[in-house]
């Protein structure tokens, strides 16, 4: 048995695949955001994170928008999401662990310059005391 297509069913599956490509579109850049942050957090760019982080939100929303507004239930729209998920999670955790790295580095110099701060201030007093004139009772 042939399976003939006729130029109408041929042309609407490519109609429906054009659709979907476009439809996909807010995922697919979401994806690529993704993978920047990723890369960014891994060699702490931290520019490139901000930047990253600031296209997040808007093509969040025109994600959710274009799943709301169309019938895109392919699994390639649930493979980008998986995708997207794991990158971002993945990007989270860098984060945290680079955050705890620079508040233990912060508390560190902290204490390192309150010590220095405290050595020069004995430092100072004893100076002081040694410049004083000595004490003359009469």
């Known amino acids: 048995m042939h399976n003939l297509s006729s130029p109408a069913d041929t042309d609407g599956r490519k109609r429906r695949a054009a659709q979907t490509s476009a439809a996909l579109q807010p995922l697919i850049r979401l994806r690529q955001i993704a993978e920047e942050l990723r890369s960014a957090v891994q060699q702490e760019r931290h520019e490139v994170i901000m930047a990253a982080a600031a296209l997040l939100g808007p093509t969040v929303e025109q994600c959710g928008r274009m ?4 019938v895109i239930r392919s699994l390639e729209a649930e493979e980008l999401t ?4 794991a990158m971002l999670s993945e990007s989270e955790l860098l984060l945290m662990r680079s955050m705890q790295r620079m508040s233990t580095e912060m ?8 010590s220095l701060a405290l050595v020069r201030g ?3 007093a004893k100076t002081q005391a040694s410049r004083m004139p000595p004490l003359r009772l009469r």
Do not use: E, H, Y
């Not at 799943?67 to 169309?70: A, G, Q, R, T, V």
């Open 122 to 124: 004995r430092r100072l």
């Open 67 to 70: 799943m709301d507004d169309s």
């Open 82 to 85: 998986v995708q997207i998920r």
């Open 107 to 114: 508390k560190r110099i902290r204490i390192g310059k309150q």
